[in-house]
């Protein structure tokens, strides 16, 4: 519980400074998460991340459309607190997963409050809720 406090208080004050074009200090704000969460921390060293890598993600997603915060959650930044979406990030990044959908993916997971984020799950049985986010032409 007092983990979960923690992963909030830290998430909370990232999204703040990131909303307020503060993107540094808030990956710096994750950083230090991170050197307290040693599951995040392992997630993110076994993909060969670093800070710069959070900083990318971050970019990535807001270039990606999923700057906006759903339910509470500024997406780009709430999706490295949790190790689940921070691996689909990560696999955005690396070119396995089109940024465009891992934004979509992402914000409709934080606009449903999903206890779980499986898109993979949505992309075999061929039905997602993405098509809410997706652009129109």
């Known amino acids: 519980m007092i983990r979960s406090f923690r992963r909030a208080r830290a998430m909370k004050a ?42 990318r993600i971050v970019v990535s997603m807001e270039l990606s459309g999923a700057g906006v915060s759903l339910r509470g959650h500024y997406v780009p930044v709430s999706a490295l607190f949790f190790a689940d979406t921070l691996t689909y990030c990560l696999r955005s990044l690396a070119g396995q997963v089109d940024p465009a959908h891992c934004a979509r993916e992402l914000m409709c997971y934080f606009a449903s409050g999903a206890i779980d984020f499986s898109p993979e799950r949505s992309v075999r049985t061929g039905k997602t809720e993405s098509s809410r986010f997706a652009a129109t032409p």
């Open 14 to 55: 990232a999204a703040a400074l990131c909303s307020h074009g503060r993107r540094v200090d808030a990956v710096n704000g994750v950083w230090a998460h991170y050197q307290k969460d040693p599951a995040l921390a392992r997630v993110l060293e076994a993909a060969g991340g670093d800070r710069a890598t959070l900083s």
